[in-house]
């Protein structure tokens, strides 16, 4: 949940000198464009001073409101998300099952792959991506082949109170699942997707970054482009 409270701190400190649009700090020596926004008691409606302005008429640090982040709306739509139904959700640190899964996937410009086992069989799968699907970014594809195949796993009853182990190639993919969020607004949902699995199965979750050469020494960066003989 704290990745999804980012947002709201933007918002908040975002009228400070020295931020951008989406509320982060800019590099020094860049001043911000945005003005401030200040009641008008005589007039009765709002108006937008420059920081010097707001601090000679109000004779205070910080405004009585502040603009909405864009980063805000996200947030509050994910955790809507996060927090519904009637009861809280339990968050699982320790699975209760002896036996873990391990999950590999990879995605190449025209294909996907991947594959996972367990103590007693391996199950892969591969595909071609349609036109539309080959136009997106490299870590879209990635990120979404990954999560597509734990919905699928989900959907097929073997992830609820499991530990698996998901390893990727792509570093975005891995630091947005611990960071919690992304420049890129289609990796961030694609993210939001994958915490609302381990929710509702109560799996725990382990993403881990590996080289591009173990990928293709275990045969998953073959099957993303068609070769079941790779590895």
């Known amino acids: 949940m704290p990745p999804y ?16 649009e989406e509320g982060f700090k800019l590099k020094e020596g860049v001043r911000r464009k945005r003005p401030y926004i200040a009641w008008e008691w005589e007039l009765e409606y709002l108006v937008d001073l420059t920081p010097e302005e707001f601090a000679k008429r109000m004779g205070c640090e910080g405004p009585d409101r502040v603009f ?9 739509d994910a955790l809507t998300q996060l927090l519904s139904g009637e009861s809280p959700s339990i968050t699982v640190v320790r699975s209760g099952s002896y036996f873990s899964f391990y999950l590999m996937g990879d995605a190449s410009g025209k294909g996907f792959g991947s594959a996972y086992w367990d ?15 080959q136009e997106e970014s490299s870590n879209f594809r ?16 073997i992830l609820a109170d499991k530990e698996i182990f998901v390893f990727t190639d792509n570093s975005t993919f891995e630091g947005t699942f611990y960071k919690g969020h992304s ?18 199965t109560g ?15 275990a045969g998953i960066d073959g099957l993303s482009r068609g070769d079941l003989l790779e590895g």
């Open 5 to 20: 409270l980012k947002g709201l701190h933007l918002t908040i400190d975002g009228w400070r000198p020295g931020r951008d």
């Open 119 to 133: 103590q007693s069989d391996l199950y892969w799968e591969s595909g071609h991506y349609g036109p539309k699907m």
């Open 68 to 76: 909405p982040v864009e980063r805000l709306r996200r947030d509050i």
């Open 183 to 200: 420049t890129s607004e289609k990796i961030c949902d694609i993210i939001l997707r994958l915490r609302l699995v381990q929710q509702r």
């Open 203 to 217: 799996c725990v979750l382990h993403v881990t970054h590996v080289a591009g050469t173990r990928m293709k020494e």
């Open 142 to 157: 990635e990120a979404d082949n990954l999560v597509r195949r734990l919905e699928k796993m989900e959907e097929e009853g």
